[in-house]
């Protein structure tokens, strides 16, 4: 069993950087895949990120490359998404997730744990 802790949400400025972060219990977190999904108003729940257990060729979603990035410390337990260069359409509820094949995909039921979620606002 893993439960997934998110922080680091907030409201900022568009153009803005935030760091959110994805803490994780259990001792075999270090072979998990992890991925970073976001879900706006009215809108289905996409990938953002991911990244596999040995964090080799991250994913990225379109909109967010060269802007976001994720990386992870299994020291910590913990999965970070740097966020640079923030817009208004960033504005979602950030998830992160974990994933017992290690594979780090972008597809959403490929994951088998969850956490609740950090509101991160874009002002324009």
């Known amino acids: 069993q893993v439960q997934l802790v998110e922080s680091g949400g907030g409201l900022v400025q568009a153009g803005g950087s935030l760091r959110l972060s994805c803490a994780a219990s259990?001792?075999?977190?270090?072979?998990?895949?992890v991925g970073w999904f976001r879900q706006a108003p009215g809108k289905e729940r996409e990938a953002v990120a991911a990244?596999?257990?040995?964090?080799?060729?991250?994913y990225y979603a379109d909109s967010v490359k060269g802007r976001f990035t994720i990386s992870r410390n299994n020291g910590k337990n913990t999965v970070y998404l740097q966020m640079n260069s923030l817009k208004p359409e960033d504005t979602a509820v950030y998830y992160c997730?974990?994933?017992?094949?290690?594979?780090?995909?972008?597809?959403?039921?490929?994951?088998?744990?969850w956490g609740q979620g950090t509101q991160v606002t874009v002002s324009s």
């Open positions: 997730a974990a994933q017992r094949n290690g594979l780090g995909s972008s597809w959403t039921y490929d994951y088998d744990y």
């Open positions: 259990g001792r075999t977190f270090s072979r998990y895949g």
């Open positions: 990244i596999s257990w040995s964090a080799g060729s991250p």
